[in-house]
């Protein structure tokens, strides 16, 4: 596909129905767009775990991460004259990316406010996908409320982060191939931020796959999603974690319906643990994972229980400058006491 070319727009249903179904519907819009990534076990990781690990590699996507899916998901679904006023949403990182690619394929306007002090290469990233950028606020909780502000003014669909349901049924489309492909498994861990990509595990797994447990992993520096999860409630937290793609410092509804009644369990880590991760992505799978990416892999590691066969989800490859720098200062040769071992 060119960049000319334009996505197919989704029929009514898939806007409005939120369930496995409706995640089929999606994966005829996003596989038209994206092929399906691989998935497969690298003998080292495979070692170093004690157990067998599928690894699917999302990395790989245009824009490096799984959120395209999403954004690819969404412009499918506006409806005409949302498709013509164009969408705002408030970003840093892989959500905008997401939104601008799939924008640029969907003749579909797209605009992202970020905050004051957002990374200038990611910044420059969505502006050579197309979009237009704001610059506005020193934290993202002020971003959104900008971009909320421009959507009235201007007319603009608002794009959530987290509570869209064609995002999460987008995201979704990643599970579903993983089911299908490894129909065995016993664990899947989904990293999370907003919860969408969990969410999403969840649909596709009560239905193709009901004894595989889905465990979801954060960052214990940005922990809002699971202490929504634990408490029942909606919760905010500051979040204090180097991750750029964990770090969300607030539960979202919509994902959260989900995870409550369906995450078999959720364990947080360190951003150190996380980086080793990133390490071991590195040295032992021969990918080039962002935190947010070897999140999964980092929760499989603090995992006791760990059995196999398993999935990790190398969300993105997106990896910033600290985390670049990391791998090296990393020691995650096989044989050592550095590794992730329990």
Same mark, same amino acid.
């Given at each position: 596909m060119t960049a000319t070319d334009t996505l197919p727009q989704a029929p009514a249903t898939t806007r409005t129905i939120f369930d496995f179904d409706a995640v089929l519907r999606t994966y005829e819009a996003v596989s038209w767009a994206l092929p399906e990534t691989p998935a497969w076990s690298y003998p080292l990781l495979n070692a170093e775990a004690g157990v067998e690990v599928v690894?699917?590699?999302?990395?790989?996507?245009?824009?490096?991460a799984f959120k395209v899916r999403g954004g690819v998901a969404l412009m499918a679904a506006l409806s005409p004259e949302e498709r013509r006023r164009g969408v705002v949403t408030a970003s840093t990182g892989n959500h905008?990316? !997401?939104?601008a690619w799939a924008g640029a394929r969907s003749e579909v306007p797209v605009t992202v406010v970020v905050p004051v002090g957002a990374p200038a290469r990611k910044v420059a990233a969505v502006r050579a996908l197309g979009a237009r950028v704001v610059v506005e606020g020193e934290t993202m909780c002020e971003s959104l409320a900008h971009a909320e502000a421009l959507s009235l003014a201007e007319g603009m669909r608002m794009v959530s982060p987290g509570d869209e349901p064609a995002i999460?049924?987008?995201?979704?489309t990643v599970y579903l191939e993983l089911f299908r492909r490894h129909p065995g498994l016993r664990a899947v861990y989904a990293p999370v931020g907003s919860g969408s990509g969990a969410a999403g595990a969840c649909l596709v797994r009560d239905v193709l796959?009901?004894?595989?447990?889905?465990?979801?992993?954060?960052? !214990?520096?940005?922990?809002a999603a699971h202490r929504a999860w634990t408490s029942g409630e909606p919760t905010t937290v500051h979040s204090r974690t180097r991750v750029a793609g964990l770090a969300v410092g607030a539960s979202f509804a919509l994902t959260q319906s989900v995870l409550g009644r369906s995450l078999n369990d959720f364990i947080l880590v360190d951003d150190d643990a996380i980086q080793r991760a990133v390490g071991l992505m590195?040295?032992?799978a021969h990918t080039l994972a962002e935190g947010a990416g070897a999140a999964s892999l980092a929760g499989l590691m603090a995992d006791p229980a760990r059995q196999g066969p398993c999935a990790i989800v190398c969300t993105g490859g997106n990896a910033d400058d600290h985390e670049l720098a990391g791998i090296s200062a990393t020691d995650t040769t096989v044989g050592t006491d550095a590794t992730l071992n329990c």
């Open positions: 690894v699917k590699h999302e990395n790989i996507q245009p824009t490096g905008a990316q !997401s939104l999460v049924l987008g995201h979704a796959a009901p004894e595989c447990r889905v465990i979801g992993v954060q960052s !214990s520096a940005a922990p590195s040295t032992h």
